[in-house]
């Protein structure tokens, strides 16, 4: 196979790229993989305590769900750390037993994930097709050979990737252009022929066609089952099972089929968009399965209600039934109900100015490699905020104004709730962030690039990410824990905390003991961000040059004007709800709703026409075609 003269060895480590092509951009790429990453873990955490505590959820389907969040937990957390490292480190060594074990794992875990949804269509083919036989079929000593299969069969095509790795030599050649190490990425380094490694790979392929043709089949008796069912709901409820699994096999095969088809045939695809896709079937599977699994299974999601709210019997000892409303009933804009279809027009024209503005930074700063300084990085970061925050709360908002659609139901209310906080929290974080870059950039100038390093803005941009995080978590719980007697209609035009937890029939100092914890990080962030710009005009005034300190109060006065838009119009909702009893309650909503709408209109615009880079790049855009 090799000639005799060639040197046989393996490198002490290998050199991982990350995305070839989009390098620049890394730290970039890496919050939305963080944020998945954080999304799989927790999410795939839950399934996993539910099950395990729920007595009546040890049924087959739920084992299988169980060991597929187990396989989720382990296929993201071999590659997204390493990953990360890459992206905002810039961790690229890795050594070569390392590689290994990262490609072993990888390789183990899809196979396994294969495996298991076989398994699942299996089992919901039993359950739908011949219902009468499910438990004489799926016995438990089924359940554990099917268990053994998804654990053996893929350990038995991993290990033979290692021996064919280990017999091959590597001549220097340690660059790997990936984010990860996986089979054909390690043998194409080699001197010598891959041929072997090539075929054994495409018979490891064969077996997750083999997969997808069992599911096939299995779906096609299920859905000429389904559509024999004498009944209307019967049908419905069978295929909102089997419509989750679905959802959950496309998001895996399809872009692992891509990356693997591609390394052996795509020689035209570019090489980051088969990198980005390779990372796409390690990272959204394992976020996705839970967020399906919670919202399309009935079983799990009452499950964890359940989970969230069973201790409230232990803490509340009334005679009043502890229960959660299906929905709640959101009025609006109390008091104007009449005028809701004029309030509507503006809001939707600041809706579309926040989406096409923020949009537009976000393009301009990712197309242009000029503007890759830190500010314009919290300034990217601000935009995506911004996008999340408006679009989580005003199209709901739209619908009530519009089409009466005033029904939310209570796990939308409280995921929308913790949506609109969590945001509020990042943007009042990342306005801080840019209060300090200007401290930095007047006040000692030339440390600046010594001080607001990558890996100082990726630590920044984790902080911006984790605080609000972790301080609305504790907000699920609390609203979660309370009983809500009848009462369900929230004064409001979306769902936020104080306002869930005064309709509940139970004390809620502790919920708002909490929210005025939270709301001391906004005036703490008011406070510091105050501090940052006292000793910035102080700097700005001692200039020598009357340009220069035009310029810096020019770049800052944009800075101030996104804050004031944004936190006077937070706090003074925050604060109303616990102090503003005599203040009408139409002005506290229309004033919550701005501070939920305006900011991310208005931050594009300031800074588009204030920042002169940005007003450059943009005008040389638009002009430029």
Not at 273 to 290: D, K, M
Not at 438 to 463: H, K, N, S
Request: glycine share 6%; net charge positive.
């Amino acid at each position: 196979m090799t000639s005799l003269n060639t040197t046989l060895f393996h490198p002490y480590s290998f050199f991982l790229l990350g995305i070839p092509g989009l390098e620049h951009i890394h730290i970039w790429i890496g919050f939305p993989f963080f944020a998945v990453y954080l999304t799989a873990v927790l999410g795939n955490i839950i399934i996993l305590s539910v099950i395990d505590t729920e007595s009546s959820l040890h049924q087959p389907m739920f084992y299988f769900l169980a060991i597929l969040s187990s396989i989720d937990l382990g296929l993201s957390t071999s590659t997204i750390p390493k990953m990360l490292g890459i992206f905002w480190f810039n961790l690229r060594e890795i050594s070569f037993e390392g590689c290994l074990i990262q490609m072993f794992f990888i390789h183990l875990y899809t196979g396994m994930e294969s495996a298991v949804l076989v398994a699942m269509a299996y089992d919901c083919y039993v359950a739908i097709c011949n219902p009468l036989q499910y438990t004489l079929v799926l016995t438990n000593r089924v359940v554990v050979v099917i268990a053994l299969i998804i654990l053996l069969r893929p350990l038995s095509f991993a290990i033979p990737f290692v021996l064919l790795i280990l017999r091959l030599p590597f001549c220097g050649h340690q660059i790997i252009p990936h984010t990860y190490c996986e089979h054909m990425g390690i043998a194409r380094l080699s001197c010598a022929s891959i041929r072997i490694n090539i075929i054994y790979g495409l018979c490891a392929i064969s077996i997750l066609v083999f997969d997808i043709i069992a599911i096939v089949i299995s779906y096609v008796q299920i859905l000429r089952a389904v559509f024999r069912l004498p009944s209307h709901d019967a049908r419905l409820k069978a295929l909102s099972t089997c419509g989750s699994h679905v959802c959950v096999m496309l998001a895996f095969y399809t872009p692992a089929f891509f990356s693997f088809m591609t390394h052996r045939f795509g020689q035209n695809i570019p090489r980051y968009i088969h990198i980005l896709l390779a990372n796409f079937y390690v990272v959204i599977p394992p976020a996705l399965n839970p967020v399906i699994y919670g919202v399309r299974t009935k079983q799990i999601r009452e499950k964890v209600l359940k989970v969230f709210s069973k201790k409230n019997g232990k803490m509340f000892h009334t005679n009043t039934s502890t229960f959660h409303p299906e929905t709640f009933y959101l009025i609006g804009i109390p008091g104007l109900e009449g005028s809701h279809g004029w309030i509507s027009l503006p809001f939707c024209s600041i809706y579309l100015m926040a989406l096409l503005g923020n949009a537009t930074i976000l393009l301009i700063i990712w197309s242009d490699r000029a503007l890759r300084d830190p500010m314009f990085y919290f300034l990217a970061i601000l935009s995506a905020i911004d996008l999340a925050l408006s679009t989580s709360s005003v199209p709901r908002m739209l619908g009530i104004f519009w089409f009466d659609a005033h029904e939310i139901g209570f796990g939308t209310c409280v995921a929308q709730m913790f949506l609109i906080h969590t945001f509020t929290g990042m943007e009042s974080a990342v306005l801080l962030a840019m209060a300090f870059d200007r401290y930095v950039a007047i006040c000692v100038p030339l440390l600046y690039t010594t001080i607001l390093t990558p890996r100082v803005l990726a630590g920044i941009g984790v902080g911006i990410i984790m605080r609000p995080v972790l301080l609305m978590l504790p907000i699920l719980y609390l609203t979660h824990r309370l009983p809500f007697c009848e009462t369900r209609i929230i004064a409001h035009s979306y769902c936020e905390h104080m306002g869930i937890a005064k309709l509940a029939c139970a004390n809620i100092r502790v919920n708002a003991i909490y929210g005025l914890f939270v709301a001391s990080f906004l005036i703490l962030d008011v406070a510091l961000v105050g501090i940052s710009y006292a000793y910035i005009l102080r700097a700005v005034f001692r200039l020598p040059s009357q340009d220069a300190r035009h310029k810096a109060l020019s770049t800052c006065g944009s800075h101030v004007g996104v804050m004031c838009v944004f936190y006077t119009p937070s706090l003074f909702s925050f604060l109303t709800h616990r102090f503003g009893k005599k203040i009408p309650r139409y002005v506290h909503i229309l004033v919550a709703n701005l501070y939920v709408v305006f900011p991310p209109a208005l931050n594009p615009i300031i800074y588009g026409v204030r920042t002169k880079q940005i007003r450059e790049r943009v005008i040389h855009t638009f002009t430029s075609k």
